[in-house]
Nanobody
Framework: EVQLQASGGGLVQAGMSLRLSCAAS????????FAWFRRAPGKRREWVSS??????????ADSVKGRFTISSDNAEKKNMVYLQMNSLKSEDTAVYFC????????????????WGQGTLVTVSS
């Protein structure tokens, strides 16, 4: 059974770093693309970043470009997707979700068929 499980959230001070992990059980990294989305308090869910391991391509929202890095690790079938978040700002506070879809990477949440539970990131100023 395919499953996504996000972890790594927590409370950090502004300017610090945090790495989120997403365990993508039973997904084929040759067939699927992955993304991180977030939902801030009182706001709509927004796309953060996408990765297509089989295309070796990544994309970032303008709000996180240069600060966040998405990566994947399928060595020895680890099936992990990461989001390294540096220079965190208070506006990065949100629940972060990992998601998966078959095929090429996309940005809109409607394309994604599989979602993990969220992990809360709180950035104090």
């Amino acid at each position: 059974e395919v499953q996504l499980q996000a972890s790594g959230g927590g409370l950090v001070q502004a300017g610090m770093s945090l790495r989120l992990s997403c365990a993508a059980s039973e997904f084929s990294f040759d067939d699927y693309s992955f993304a991180w989305f977030r939902r801030a308090p009182g706001k709509r869910r927004e796309w953060v970043s996408s990765i297509s391991p089989h295309e070796d391509s990544t994309e970032y929202a303008d709000s996180v470009k240069g600060r966040f890095t998405i990566s994947s690790d399928n060595a020895e079938k680890k099936n992990m997707v990461y989001l390294q978040m540096n220079s965190l700002k208070s506006e990065d506070t949100a629940v972060y979700f990992c998601a998966a879809k078959r095929g090429v990477l996309r940005r809109h949440s409607d394309w994604f068929d599989y979602w993990g539970q969220g992990t809360l990131v709180t950035v104090s100023s």
